[in-house]
């Protein structure tokens, strides 16, 4: 089968060179169009990435791939829906609130960005937690009048978060959760992203927007599909953060407090993660793990730098798993995640795989 | 009126080296005596300080005192009590729990080490949340038999804890506490330490023992002497943390989650933490900062680097408090406490300055 | 006497901010204006300093003075010289361009910006190793028909370079000079500065146009005056350097190695810089170090986070003095210079308190 | 071909665990044997690393080998030659003193200790430079009666320095290097390795005995083997450096300054490091990379944490060729150089590796 053709909006960025390396050899995607700032337009790819004092603004660790490194850019405000299939789209949200819509109603638009996150019609989807949330497109479709739709992902800090509670979720019930969260400096990006100065031994304990990001998004990633489809529930549970950055480059650590519906023991909840699959959908795909979640014995882990890169970023690392003894049917845990890969590109990558596998991109 | 001659066991450690730059010049107490292990004795304490290599092993930020860099270095099992009016003791526990006794019996002994402050005979002062603990001396003396007592302080990431509860607990009631503590390498010392290539890029989350150490010393720093002073009562609160290392040198950072005994407002909070000024007895110690807990606006502090050494280290910084949606009148904040000033040497001397003025060393 | 009315242009930049540190309580100058880019104009400073997500953005370890915060901060473009007896500049080169020489008509402006170093008719000043060349200034003031003149500083890592040579230079002559620098990350200041993503567990081995600054500044800096005081004649040296960027907050470090003019002993080459004195006009100058120069005998030494700030950051700290081997009458070393206070703002405030004892303000 | 039976001594350090990385699935060499101090000997090899609280000490980005994960690990001084056909030494110094040469009467050594380098019948290997040493070894058996030999590795920091020597020696001859390194942390190992509190924010200007076993190995590697086979003539160069560590996790820094025996311009300098093969009994083993040295074009590169993993950490990264200056025929450049793949652990293998395809080890 013909792989579909994707547009990357937004390719010059960090956020965007992740999409690039993602999307290497992918069996579904194709990578056939490079879209960014009218700055870049015009030039080949490599060129857009230099710096004006000779730098290969190229950050990811895999290397620049040739064939994409010689694409030309285009301007991100004039790319046509008709040349392709899919877009993916790493672009800041006030760009994104211009460009998606503009796309989505032709092709569909998988997004990093937080622009339509918190829209009625529009679903949020991690795929081993709700992938039945997808149908939520025709709805969109229905009510915009689109061919195509915008799905967006959680913010990084959300995604670690939601997929280890989901297995709670479902063998316990899930009554609140406060977590503190120990982020990495690459979810702030480069522009200017968060300067040496700052995080060289400190700790800065606010990220604007990002505790209500994790709040509200918890509870809609958990949340349910109404039986016609139109709209989700929100999932019903209080959560309650403090979102901190770390002198770490990559990996989200979190440290969770949980209270569940029902009595359990500690074994109980080890194992509720440990067996956990995801949805039926979501298994296979091709940026899919083995699991979900790794649950390590060693009271030591898990650590950002020694976890983070478990199956190419896509599992969540759990440890510490105690009782509380504050909250009622209280735990406690401490998970890794990474921000940049199943956070980001790769976690937007897997939302379209999965909506490819459920035939919802035609 | 003449100081009273202080013996230091441990000296030569980081934790002693702390002892010695805090005592430097003090009102009340001169440093005539140092003790280390027999390696060391015999020992001017420069030379003793000195590793094989030629390096000079005093890695306090104050320069080394002339004065004590010249002294003789003596063995601490051989420490005669008879030649001093009080003891400090930076030792490790398991040594600790054999000098401190032998010194107590004579004179008292103030230690920043853990050994002896889970004994129910034995007060943990924090001078501006408990000094009317004190007197609990007077029955360790009475049922040991000592001249002396040992009066230990909290474990470093107590000590922040404890003090912005205060306020609290005096004003509100705290029925329940959550924490996640970010904690600096300087609280493991140097032998060995936190090694490089274990906290670069990283987070460690485990300290073992720390958690217990915080859940058991908050309730017991802030209970209540019984009416003839012979045994506190631990303060009624659950407490639940989460404990771990992240690259900072100094400066222990702390989400807190808190559940008052009553409604409150995010101002209210905050005005009984401004304004709250501790036990009258601590005010205007030696070592005493002008206020004890300072808040900020700011929503980016407090940071550990710009914190850290607000007043010599003294003052526990505190920020970011919001209503936590959570916990029953459930709120939330970030604090920062110099782990090793007031959370180590210079906190302990705040004691012996607390008994000093109370009359107790006598 | 009254204090000189000075006025500081780039007041809200890191480097500004560090001059208002510099200059609290001067006993010659007192700061009575504070001019910024338009964005500024017209808020009170501590206004201007804060960001729109609340931070207030003052960054040096010292506490901003209330006096400072208060004061109305106008349009760099908009400063009357008439209202002031001296400028400090804290502004970028392309600015200092187009502001600096317009004040100079009028008084003397003092800059921490490269923008002039290499014009013939301006001195760059080290006052313990030229304070001979100040005069210059006259020649200036007669060639440009300005009342005022220019004074800049030099390059952070040219500072402490020049420092440790010029003892050599005096006993010994000194042939050639290689150096390799570590340098800290605050000298790129704040905007954008180097961003954690790229120094976190690296190195950055390019500074761009640091190493011809190095190399032309040593030869000016150790240069002659010309007996009718129209012009210098570098010193006579070749000077190499390769310039890093490492994962430190403040403080460069050099590895230099040096050809003599004759032949030496590490005896006599630590004994020139231990004993050197620099110029009599610099000595007791308020910014003044007792030396200038540190030799420490520890071989682990110096070390920048260790060693920065000896004497506020104005001595420079040399360690490691030993033959080389390679190079004729060869000696390496390593030295550490704190590069915002000696190879910044203090530096620049040295500079005037220079030219105020020689009375060369008036 | 049955694979050759190799024991590793030292299996529980870091070195150690780096060797059982580069050995897995080797395809001439099994590991059959680990062997370790008394302390570990008859426990499993999991058992072995694992400490008192818990923690499983395996430190290398390779997850554990299962298979050797259960071997029993057996006391250093009791591993019999008999069993084994090669041995791989990771163990400190002073134990290689002892261990190696008893091993070394029946089998061939290869080791990452620095014990033997020096003796006049041991061949300092680094395959592309000079696998013409190799017979060397004949020799050694001749003298002292052995039938295996010792064969050990440079230090982590000589090598990269002598790979990118070596194209230089060859079509310019080298008459000086001088050289300033920033290494890596990992170097120094794990017990007690660098502490946090050292290196954070800072730079060490020392490394004990680092700068002369540099200058020391470099001749020796560079040098001819005499005609009979039985003595090696150091190559004449002067060398002189500063070692000094930095806070990077793995891979070295080094600035070069060279002076070569003729007139050369920069094209040629980096024509020589890129067209460079190297010795042809080096090409195509199993741990080569497809070419020894790689010269980046963009100004700021190489970097550690960019470049030292290119083709798994055996590939010397190069750049910033530039002229010096102040050397004849000068030249300066900076490399990155992996210290525990190339330079340790994989490099000793590609050792063995060589003197397996020229039928040494039988």
């Known amino acids: 089968m013909a792989k579909l053709r994707a547009v990357l909006i937004g390719a010059t960025g960090l956020a965007g060179q992740q999409f690039i390396a993602g999307l290497k050899d992918h069996p579904h995607f194709e990578l056939t169009g490079l879209a960014a700032s009218p700055r870049s337009a015009g030039k080949s790819y490599r060129e857009a990435l230099r710096t004006s004092n000779g730098m290969l603004g190229w950050f990811v660790p895999e290397p620049l791939p040739e064939a994409v490194a010689g694409m030309k850019v285009v301007n991100g405000n004039e790319v046509q829906a008709k040349d392709f299939d899919i877009a993916f789209s790493a672009v800041e949200s006030d760009v994104a609130r211009e460009v998606e819509p503009r796309l989505a109603r032709d092709i569909p638009v998988f997004s990093a960005a937080s622009a339509f996150r918190y829209d009625e019609d529009v679903p949020l989807l991690l795929p081993p937690v709700n992938a039945e949330h997808a149908p939520l ?188 003894g504050v909250l009622e049917n209280g735990f406690k845990y401490v998970l890794v995640s990474h921000n940049t890969k199943m956070g980001a590109a790769r976690g937007t990558i897997l939302v379209a795989e999965l909506m490819h596998a459920q035939g919802l991109l035609g």
């Open 137 to 324: 497109v025709r709805e969109q479709q229905r009510r915009r009048g689109w061919k195509g739709f915008i799905v967006p992902i959680a913010n990084c800090t959300t995604t670690g978060l939601a997929i280890t509670l989901a297995p709670l979720v479902e063998r316990f019930g899930v009554k609140a959760v406060m977590m503190t969260s120990m982020q990495a400096i690459s979810g702030a990006g480069r522009s200017p992203g968060v300067i040496g100065l700052d995080i060289l031994d400190n700790v800065i304990p606010y990220i604007p927007k990002e505790e209500q990001k994790v709040e509200v998004e918890t509870k809609k990633i958990l949340g349910t599909l109404g039986a016609e489809g139109a709209s989700l529930t929100p999932y019903e549970v209080k959560v309650s953060c403090t979102c901190t950055r770390v002198a770490v480059l990559e990996g989200h650590t979190e440290a969770v407090f949980v209270s569940l519906g029902r009595k359990a023991t500690v074994e109980e909840v080890v194992s509720a993660m440990r067996e956990w699959q995801g949805a039926q959908a979501a298994r296979g795909l091709p940026g899919a793990p083995p699991r979900w979640i790794e649950v390590l014995d060693d009271p030591f882990r898990p650590q950002p730098r020694l976890d983070r890169d478990t199956h190419d970023g896509m599992v969540t690392t759990v440890g510490r798993v105690r009782e509380d």
